[in-house]
């Protein structure tokens, strides 16, 4: 797996350029990988981020956008208008953690 600079800080990433190592990730990390697809984190955009690292712990797997929406309270049209196109993908993406599965 290669090992990219995010940050000032070494992390390890998969072909697609989502990390490897649920540990590698913080705050300043996600704020540049947020910029990388142009999303501006908001006070809304953490809450998300935040329910997904939680609940990945307890898990042990990427939240779906219906398990966001059903156990985070985020309905899937505001995922859709925060993180515009594939906000699965970039949710994940963002959080540091794998694509959910059946995620393309």
């Not at 989502?18 to 910029?35: G, H, M, P, R």
């Not at 809304?44 to 939680?54: A, C, Q, S």
């Not at 307890?58 to 219906?66: I, L, Y």
Request: one cysteine or more; a neutral charge; charged letters at 30%.
């Amino acid at each position: 797996m290669p090992v990219i600079e995010i940050s000032g800080k070494p992390v390890t990433v998969n072909d697609e350029g989502f990390l490897t190592n649920f540990d590698e990730w913080d705050v300043d990390v996600a704020k540049e990988l947020a910029k990388q697809i142009d999303i501006e984190m908001t006070e809304e955009r953490w809450k998300i981020i935040t329910f997904l690292r939680e609940d990945y712990k307890t898990q042990g797997e990427t939240a779906t956008s219906r398990r966001v929406q059903t156990v985070g309270g985020v309905p899937i049209k505001e995922q859709f208008l925060l993180f515009p196109k594939k906000p699965a993908k970039k949710m994940a993406y963002i959080a540091g953690l794998p694509k959910p599965k059946g995620c393309v």
